[in-house]
Every structure is written in C-alpha cells, then in structure tokens.
Nanobody, 119 residues
Framework: QVQLVESGGGLVQPGGSLRLSCAAAGSIFSIRAMGWYRQATGKPRELVATTTSGGTTNYSDSVRGRFTITRDNAKNTVYLQMDSLKPEDTAVYYC?????????????WGQGTQVTVSS
C-alpha cells in the first residue's frame, strides 16, 4: 500500500512564503510524475505544477515565476516552494504521484493541506 503524506500548509500574509512537502511511503518500485494541484472553495481542482522523474517541470500560468517545484528522488518527496503569495492562492493543496509498486502504475493523491493567504 502506498501513501502520500503532505505537510507545510498554514496561514501566511500576502507577499509571504510557504514550503509544502509531500512524501511517498509504502511499496514503491519507482515514481514517475509528481505534482501539486489545488482546489479553492467552490471551484474545481486545478493544476499548480508537475515534475517528471527526470526533472522536467510544468507550471500553471497563475503561479509561474512565483512557485518552484522540486523533488528528491532518494526520499520519494516532492516540494512546492511558494513565494510572493497572493490571496487568490488560498486553497487546499493536494499532492499527486504516479507510482509503480512493482506490478502496475497507479495514480495516488495526498489528503490535502490548507494554504490561506490573508492579512
């Protein structure tokens, strides 16, 4: 069984920074893409950023230049450094990973962590 455990959310003032972490644990043979999504109240879940196992990254237009996604393959962990935060970044942030457990590849989601940007 595989789990994604997120941490690092919280309350921050506009212009501030937060760093989210997501660690994959369990029966893991390899991890392909990892990423972050977010869902604000009353809105659909949207892509924030993704990274491949080789380090290729992709960002939504709304966060490009402010957020940075990185991963530590040795620790099966993906990070999201969020700088210059805006109130519109307020949402529940979810980690996502395509994980091969040795038999097949499956898409896993974390439980979500709340990020609130407010003065």
């Amino acid at each position: 069984q595989v789990q994604l455990v997120e941490s690092g959310g919280g309350l921050v003032q506009p212009g501030g920074s937060l760093r989210l972490s997501c660690a994959a644990a369990g029966s893991i043979f390899s991890i392909r893409a990892m990423g972050w999504y977010r869902q604000a109240t009353g809105k659909p879940r949207e892509l924030v950023a993704t990274t491949t196992s080789g380090g290729t990254t992709n960002y939504s237009d709304s966060v490009r230049g402010r957020f940075t996604i990185t991963r530590d393959n040795a620790k099966n962990t993906v990070y999201l450094q969020m700088d210059s935060l805006k109130p519109e970044d307020t949402a529940v942030y979810y980690c996502d990973a395509d994980i091969n457990s040795g038999t097949y590849t499956e898409d896993y989601w974390g439980q979500g962590t709340q990020v609130t940007v407010s003065s």
